[in-house]
């Protein structure tokens, strides 16, 4: 579980970006299954932008493993009116951006990365906090396996006197 502070610190990540980077219209942080950690995406809606990245992944990744191309680091849609960059950020996080199509796609990268690396370093150090604090489970204790009685049979034997 991330906290207040890191979702606070991911989302000035986000608008810093933003003002780094001209022409850059919207950035968002979200899980690699799609659910959102923070965005600043004026509107366009963060859930749906980071459900179809999620599966824009999911497709890019195995185009890199049937390429022989290693993991997927990044993805750029061009479009007619601009740009969607989606830049891996740690373990299971992803950052996404959108630019108008005049973007500098230079600089445009190299502030992706480096902002996709930061909040990477910073989802990846509180999902590890979060598992180092999270009470250790008990495996559950193992159950007796019954066992199907059978019925007893009897034989009754009888002695005749004669």
Known sequence: ????????TV???????RTRV?????????????LVVAHD???VDPEGLA??????LGVSVRVADATGNGGLRELLVRGE????????????AVLTLLAQDRVNVGRLHLEGRRS????GELLDAAEAAAARNAPARQAPAPTRARTTRTARTT?????TDS
């Open 1 to 8: 579980m991330v906290s207040e502070d890191d979702l606070r």
């Open 11 to 17: 989302l000035e990540e986000l608008h810093r970006l």
């Open 22 to 34: 001209p022409r850059l219209t919207g950035a968002l942080a979200a899980g690699v299954d799609g």
């Open 41 to 43: 995406t004026p509107g």
């Open 51 to 56: 459900a179809l990245t999620a599966a824009a």
């Open 81 to 92: 009116h601009g740009y969607v960059a989606a830049y891996a950020a740690g373990r299971s």
């Open 116 to 119: 996709g690396a930061r909040i």
């Open 155 to 159: 034989t009754a034997r009888t002695t």
